[in-house]
């Protein structure tokens, strides 16, 4: 038996998920599963890096103890964040985080220079104030010493893979969301870079996911007892996910379900257009160079939230319990409001969002949670829009797969309020994706469509139908 790690590695959370072929089925196994967030290092919040590796070691060593070696490896993670290394590859400064506020009014200095059509014309990259562009931009400003120190760019799944490895490669998938890759050559845009004054030095050899990085350092295999393949998966966890759509039709819209909720659909080519640039949608580089034609939304980050200033008293579950306790609450928050990104405190911040927008404002926890969720469906309801628009065609089908499908009361929230059947899973998007990018790499699995049969056969899918006379 051939055994194959993936780790995918959230905001919030980690996991090691071993797969492996049998009967012509995927089967996964978690192994292990480790904490994840961002801390304040002085004025910046930040990833422990260091902390994530170590994490990453340890799951690794798991996999010897319950004797299942794998063959290969695959790390996934978030997307936009980055490390500076110097000329002995240390880093420059911290690796900080995407919601820190360094970027604040940095996107509108960068229009200063390449006006926004012109930029979205080039990358077809949606625009965030936490890009990775607006990011350099600002440490251009205030630490203009690690851009003139560094001999090197790696994203953080790039990085981690160096301290596998010793190799240094900017995957594909990951370097699109930059907004610094031309996404018809698919190579890092030189114009855009001296526009900038962004040295293009650091910037590695753009690798497709699929490609082996080869085996790990001498050292680490010392340490583990054993060797593997490192090989690159979609190494942007949203990459990774939409691999595992079981709707590969074209009357179908993706969601992947997390922290994020990334909404669109899977193309050939890029659409960069006015009017997808108005709607903000992106063009995130995918797996065989196809293009995740998308839009973010705030997605679970806000129940998260909620929980936390709950002091993590309920479960997941149980606020879904309690929303459902309190459907007949209906104010409506939009999600994808700045001020949800990082407040000091989210239910205080939902609370005085329906004040002043004249709603009823929630003071029970059920009421705060069916809010956020009904304000999720809304907001999922407004991107389908978009994209009908945009395409000027009815999508039938709309397939939410990641951790957030197992809510079942937002699954049918969005059946209900866009009157589209919603088919739900796999479960473990992120995880299988990555595992199908090692499979194929080598050999066990022909290709992409294959891979997708295999996935259909090996998980459970569940469907929702709208409920008629739901708005």
């Known amino acids: ?155 953080i799944p790039d990085y981690l893979n160096f301290l596998l490895t010793g190799k240094k490669a900017n995957e594909y998938t990951n370097a699109t969301s930059t907004q610094l890759v031309n996404s018809f050559d698919r190579t890092w845009d030189k114009n855009i870079l001296k526009e900038y004054g962004i040295n293009e030095e650091m910037f590695q050899e753009i690798k497709m996911p699929k490609t082996s990085l080869g085996k790990l350092r001498k050292e680490l295999v010392n340490e583990f007892g054993f060797d593997m393949e490192v090989i690159l998966p979609a190494t942007h966890d949203t990459g990774s996910a939409f691999i595992s759509s079981v709707c590969n039709d074209s009357d179908s819209i993706y969601v992947s379900s997390g922290t994020w909720s990334l909404i669109g659909v899977e193309n050939r080519f890029p659409i960069c257009v006015p009017q997808a640039m108005d709607y903000n949608f992106t063009n995130e580089g995918g797996i065989d160079y196809r293009f995740r034609f998308l839009k973010n939304i705030m997605g679970l980050w806000v129940i998260q939230e909620v929980r936390r200033n709950l002091n993590n008293e309920f479960s997941f579950a149980n606020l879904v319990v309690l929303a459902e306790e309190h459907n007949y609450f209906k104010s409506i928050i939009n999600v994808d409001d700045d001020r949800f990104l990082k407040p000091d405190n989210m239910i205080e911040e939902i609370q005085n969002y329906c004040k002043e927008t004249n709603q009823d404002i929630p003071t029970k926890v059920g009421e705060i949670a069916v809010c956020v969720f009904n304000s999720l469906g809304h907001s999922y309801k407004g991107a389908v829009a978009n994209l009908e628009d945009i395409f000027e065609k009815e999508f039938k089908k709309i397939n939410i797969f990641g951790g957030g499908c197992q809510n ?60 008629k006379g739901e708005v």
């Open 1 to 155: 038996m051939s055994y194959y790690l993936a780790i995918d590695i959230g905001a919030s959370s980690g996991r090691h998920i071993l797969g492996s072929i049998e009967d012509g089925k995927i089967k996964l196994e978690e192994i292990y599963r480790f904490e994840n967030g961002i801390s304040k290092i002085g004025d910046e919040y930040c990833w422990d890096i260091q902390g994530l590796f170590n994490e990453i070691k340890k799951g690794i060593k798991k996999c010897k103890d319950i004797g299942k070696v794998p063959k290969t490896i695959g790390i996934d993670t978030w997307a936009v964040d980055f490390v500076l290394l110097d000329e002995n590859d240390e880093m420059l400064g911290n690796a900080v985080a995407y919601r820190d506020d360094r970027t604040e009014g940095y996107m509108e200095k960068a229009f200063q220079v390449i006006p926004q059509d012109m930029l979205y014309l080039y990358t077809g990259i949606q625009f965030q104030r936490f890009n990775t562009l607006y990011q350099l931009l600002a440490i251009k400003d205030k630490n203009p010493e690690y851009l003139k120190k560094a001999k090197t760019f790696l994203m």
């Open 408 to 467: 079942n009361l937002l699954n049918q929230v969005v059946a209900d309020v866009t009157g589209k059947e919603v088919l739900v899973g796999p479960v473990e998007a992120t995880a299988i994706g990555n595992l199908v990018a090692q499979l194929i790499s080598v050999g066990e699995l022909k290709d992409l469509g294959q891979a997708r049969q295999v996935i259909k056969e090996s998980f459970d899918i569940n469907i929702f139908k709208p409920n």
